[in-house]
């Protein structure tokens, strides 16, 4: 593996010792096969960040820790290291820590592991349970400040939350399809990755509440614990449209849309409205073709731009004090579509 890192730079970047990355780069026996592709990436993560910032000068070390489906977390890692080269005054340098379907026991170690090696920071998506939140408080209170990312952790210590107002945009999910069907009689399907996810769960309470104002004799049928994967959603979507001939409108809080419009072809059943949430390239195809009708967005780039300025305040590099910032919602369509 050729490379132009000191050793000491990418057994930081990896978060193992030097002499593990010494062994994996001369290919000596006794490293794990996990851990040879842990050192890899991290020459891969300098490659792309060296082509953006200086790796001298003060530098700020950012952990991401996501339990997200992988084409979500592709997003982030982008959205991140495009605004690199336009952080100032210091440079941020980014570890991932990138898992689908990720149990809670595991994240909450990956967790005390970030705080027991050193981080400037933790950019976190996870499930809002007791054991997340101990372990955020934990981190926090060795010095390292906790931002969450889409979905929250209230009852933490996190110094702020990043993203979209969820209960909002579930709103605005809501009058869409409570328009777009005003001809029909159509059930709407309404389906979650998991129940903890806080962000997921105030996109539904919004739904439902803006659903009950405005379309009060809409039946809405819940499907939850997909975790935004295909080959979840279309089982479960599959099951609920044999049992309800009703169904033929989606508002996809969760994911997994290719999974969900594969069921809805083999019923030879049509989706009369469909609205999703983020600009991933799964969802920018099926708008193109007119399988989405809408998606909910908003700019990742300036959420990570925020969470990044957030790291630098907490530790002096920039004026003023660490607060929420929400995120604007975009309705996009296939006419209005954002460039990458």
Partial sequence: MPHPYPVREIARQAGVSEATVDRVLHKRPGVRAGTVLQVEQAIADLDRQRTQLRLSGRTFMVDVVMDTPNRFSR?????????????????????????EGWPVDDLVATLDSV????????????????????????????????????????????????????RAAGSTAAYLVSQWLRQSDAAVLVMTSRNFFRGEEEREMGFRAAMRARDPGRRIVEISDTDGLDDTSRVLVAAELQRGQDVRAVYSIGGGNSGVIDAFSAAGRECEVFVGHDLAQENRALLHTGHLTAVLHH??????????????????????????????????????????
């Fill in 75 to 99: 997003l982030v890692r982008e959205s991140l290291e495009a605004e690199l080269p336009g952080l100032r005054p210091a440079a941020i340098r980014a570890r991932f820590h990138l898992k």
């Fill in 299 to 340: 700019d990742l780039r300036e959420d990570m731009r925020h969470a990044a300025r957030s790291i630098m305040t907490f530790h002096g590099a920039l004026p003023g004090s660490v607060r929420t910032v929400r995120s604007k919602i975009d309705v996009i369509t296939p006419h209005n579509m954002p460039g990458r």
């Fill in 115 to 166: 705080a027991a090696k050193g981080s400037h920071g933790v950019i976190l998506k996870a499930p809002d349970t007791p054991a997340v939140a101990a372990a955020i408080d934990r981190v926090t209170a060795a010095g390292v400040p906790v931002l969450t990312l889409v979905t929250d952790v209230p009852a933490s210590n996190r110094i702020a939350y990043v993203g979209m107002d969820n």
